[in-house]
């Protein structure tokens, strides 16, 4: 952070000719001090001796166009710049920052190796470290990230995105592969969670068999889970590795549930066929936890494969609630339309409150008025399920609602008023 100076008077720096003092303001966390300090200098006539005073002059300026001009020595006064409070001065230090580093010039890798010991500004090091590509940043990166797991963000579709040291590393391509496989061999890997992010954002091939043993033979439950992800993102040559995987069966289950979210993710619609085996398996036995955790994550998989053969065991699962099979039967879309609307009509709550869920993904006037009519369920679950699928489906729902509330306006006034207003504040 720039530095605090306190009771500073520019004015009486000026009248005193305190050019140190007008030197360190340069640096001062306000950014109106810091250009009536440069001012103040060029006024009195100083000259910066050396890039890195020439650079922190024009900061303080906002000359931001000649900053990158000095390379190097504009690096450390930029990163300081890049966790100031002002927006305007981030997003113009990030800019300068970003063109220096893409000018590749000498000594660049090591000062931002260096800016990794700093937390607040390690990321925008890393990001930087990762354009570059040199394969000399990739240990120092691992060891910013030592004692940290990685994020893991999600968008509203479901697909992963990239972000941290993993996202930097794996922008070094290629050429990182062996060294990243080298690190997760050994006997103490650094950071094995980032190293196996990245092997799978970089999608080669030779990362297959060693993160399959990770979904076999590790015990830790995230370590597992970054690694079912990261085979996901590896996409085809992962696939026939799964496969032969969920058929195997292991015991205990959990290995298998890995691999079955991989494929689920992944959306190849060869891993039906065994999935719907399995569940059927399952199905038989009932209080079987653990079976019960591998149907939640093979029905939750079969949504994401969206194949309609899956919609007949899709609905037994519903039937005797032992998965999310409204959210899978909803992904499937169209073809599962009609036994979700019969299914919003049931007698029991929760088949209700699961076919609701299930129905907010499909964009059919079907299902939105349906939804509506779930507006007035007897239960709140429902109708509070009925709400946020409505908002799911966004705009297309507004004509109906628009029309139930002109022609009943005392049809559950409040929650078609509330479903009107998200749906508005989200578009």
């Not at 507006?375 to 699928?389: C, G, P, Q, T």
């Amino acid at each position: 952070m720039y530095k605090k100076l306190f009771k500073i008077n520019i004015d009486k720096m000026i009248k005193k000719k305190d050019v140190d003092g007008l030197i360190e303001a340069l640096q001062h966390k306000e950014i109106q001090i810091r250009m009536r300090a440069a001012e103040a200098l060029e006024h009195l006539g100083w000259v910066p001796q050396g890039d890195l005073q020439e650079a922190k002059l024009l900061l303080a300026k906002g000359d931001w166009d000649d900053l990158p001009k000095l390379g190097v020595s504009a690096i450390e006064p930029l990163l300081q710049a890049m966790k100031d409070e002002d927006k305007d001065v981030l997003q113009n230090a990030e800019v300068a920052f970003m063109a220096i580093v893409r000018s590749r010039p000498p000594g660049i890798v090591d000062l931002l190796i260096q800016a990794l010991n700093d937390h607040t500004i390690k990321h925008k090091a890393a990001e930087a470290l990762g354009e570059l590509g040199d394969l000399k940043a990739l240990e120092p990166l691992l060891q910013s990230v030592r004692y940290e797991k990685p994020l893991i963000i999600f968008d509203a579709n479901n697909v992963y995105i990239p972000t941290g040291v993993e996202k930097a590393i794996a922008a070094m391509g290629e050429h990182a592969v062996a060294p990243l496989l080298q690190t997760l061999k050994s006997n103490t890997p650094i950071a094995r969670e980032t190293v196996t992010l990245a092997l799978g954002i970089i999608g080669h091939s030779m990362a297959v068999e060693p993160l399959i043993k990770i979904l076999k033979y590790e015990d830790d439950v995230f370590y597992k889970d970054v690694a079912s992800l990261s085979l996901s993102l590896l996409g085809e040559p992962a696939v026939e590795p799964l496969l032969q995987l969920i058929k195997e069966k292991p015991a205990p289950f959990t290995p298998w549930n890995y691999a079955v979210k991989a494929l689920g993710r992944i959306g190849d619609k060869r891993a039906v066929e065994p999935l719907l085996e399995h569940v059927s398996e399952c199905l038989m036995s009932v209080g079987d936890t653990e079976k019960n955790s591998a149907i939640r994550v093979a029905t939750d998989a079969l949504g994401w494969i969206g194949d309609e053969r899956g919609i007949k065991t899709l609905i037994r699962v519903l039937e005797e609630r032992r998965g999310e099979a409204g959210h899978a039967l909803g992904r499937i879309g169209g073809p599962a339309l009609e036994s979700l609307l019969q299914f919003s009509t049931n007698d029991d709550s929760n088949i209700r409150m699961k076919a609701v869920e299930g129905l907010g993904y499909i964009k059919e006037d079907k299902a939105i008025e349906a939804l509506i009519q779930a507006l007035d369920d007897k239960s709140f679950s429902v109708r509070l399920n009925a709400e946020n699928a409505l908002v799911q489906i966004g705009k297309m729902a507004l004509p109906a609602l628009r029309h139930t509330r002109m022609e009943h306006p005392d049809y559950r006034e409040k929650s078609i008023k509330s479903t009107l207003e998200s749906i508005e504040q989200v578009s």
